[in-house]
């Protein structure tokens, strides 16, 4: 018996060290991956990072949550956001079933992975974990708490992206009454918490509040650091593209210059706010049918989105131009651009995706335009199965 306690003794140690041995191999090769993702060997990265986690997998929970991470922080930089979600789910799992983490920390765990999911555009995965977010810091904070509000916040707009407007004005509203008592009055959060209630206003035909809303969120941030600010043009652009839908063009078109002008003094040209400008402009311009000046503007967008990490916006604008081009016959031109908009969009939100509808459609009409019947029948196609699974 005692000898059989020493050999399992002896077993035990020879795991320790094994283990310990495993460890420096995952830390040279996680030190490794980073240097090969910041040099730009990507492949090698890739090999690495797999190879980190295979190590790592099973072990140490807190390593194997390391390496999860890293894993799907180089995915996500690779544009592979769904399979870096894949990733940060597990992680967050593992933290949640191993309690790696405080409750303050998972909160803030399980918000992180919520704008990850909204990136990808998985508002109801966003919806289901920013919700467990604000449960675990209604059982952690004081009522009026501010980051109660900002959890409050967040829940709030996935609601109204889910198309939940009455849930989401209840959740604003909570927001901005703790933000009343905790926060000084002309504080940006009330900035944040505007404009996230005017745009529900917005979608639920309240255009006069809504503008009052955008507008009271422009005074804020221009008192928080002048007109020259990424969130003071973000916030004129937010009201022009509500005035635009007024037909209000000369009052839309002169917020955006006004935008740009402060911009251009803080920014590089090719920051992504000036890409938003941009592309907002052209969707005033093709609205007035002014559609050679929608051309230009949309074209300096795409120059800034194809440099930058933005997929969802570089998407977003070829779609636009694919649909100026639709407006003007110029076919061709249209269904290259669709069709990478498509490709685009098919990389973030995989195939099947409700928001790949609208271009899945202006796409099949172009095909059909040029007598490509047989690949416009497969779109729509395509575009009916997406609507029946989500009836």
């Known amino acids: 018996m005692g000898r059989m306690r ?3 003794a002896g077993l035990v140690g020879l795991i320790m060290v094994s283990a310990g041995c495993a460890g420096q191999d995952w830390e040279e090769v996680n030190v490794a991956a980073q240097q090969a993702h910041r040099e730009g060997r990507l492949d090698e990265a890739r090999q690495l990072f797999e190879r980190a986690l295979e190590i790592a997998e099973g072990g140490d929970p807190a390593r194997w949550v390391r390496s999860l991470n890293n894993k799907a922080e180089f995915l996500r930089s690779t544009g592979d956001l769904r399979g870096a979600i894949a990733l940060y789910r597990r992680a967050v799992e593992l933290e949640e079933s191993e309690s790696l983490l405080s409750r303050a920390d998972l909160a803030r765990s399980y918000g992180n992975f919520a704008r990850q999911c909204e990136a990808a555009a998985m508002f109801d995965d966003a919806y289901a974990f920013s919700e467990k977010a604000l449960q675990v810091r209604e059982e952690i904070l004081e009522p009026g708490d501010a980051d109660l ?7 709030g707009m996935l609601a109204h992206l889910r198309g939940d407007d009455e849930r989401a004005a209840e959740l604003l509203d909570r927001a901005v009454k703790i933000m009343q008592g905790t926060l000084m009055a002309g504080h940006p959060g009330f900035a944040t918490a505007y404009t996230n209630l005017a745009q529900v206003r917005m979608a639920t035909g309240e255009p006069d509040e809504a503008e009052r809303l955008f ?7 221009d008192m928080n650091g002048g007109v020259r600010t990424i969130r003071a043009a973000a916030g004129r652009r937010n009201l022009a593209g509500l005035l635009a839908t007024q037909d209000r063009f000369d009052e839309a078109e002169s917020l955006y210059f006004e935008a740009l002008a402060g911009l251009s003094e803080t920014v590089e040209s090719w920051h992504p706010e000036m890409g938003d400008l941009y592309n907002n402009l052209g969707l005033l311009y093709r609205r007035q049918q002014r559609f050679g000046e929608a051309e230009t503007y949309y074209l300096r967008a795409v120059a800034i989105f194809e440099n930058g990490t933005d997929r969802g916006a570089l998407a977003g604008t070829l779609f636009n131009i694919g649909r100026l081009y639709k407006d003007q016959s110029r ?10 908009s498509l490709g685009e969009y098919e990389s973030i939100l995989g195939g099947d995706h409700v928001n ?17 019947a047989d690949e416009a029948a497969r779109l729509k196609q395509r575009s009916q199965t997406i609507r029946n699974a989500g009836s």
């Not at 271009?359 to 099949?364: F, G, H, R, T």
């Open 6 to 8: 020493w050999a399992l």
């Open 149 to 155: 509000a900002e959890s409050l916040n967040n829940l």
């Open 215 to 221: 507008r009271e969120a422009i005074r804020i941030w």
């Open 331 to 340: 076919d061709d031109e249209a269904a290259r651009l669709l069709e990478r």
């Open 356 to 372: 790949l509808l609208a271009v899945l459609d202006q796409y099949a009409e172009v095909l059909e335009r040029t007598g490509r």
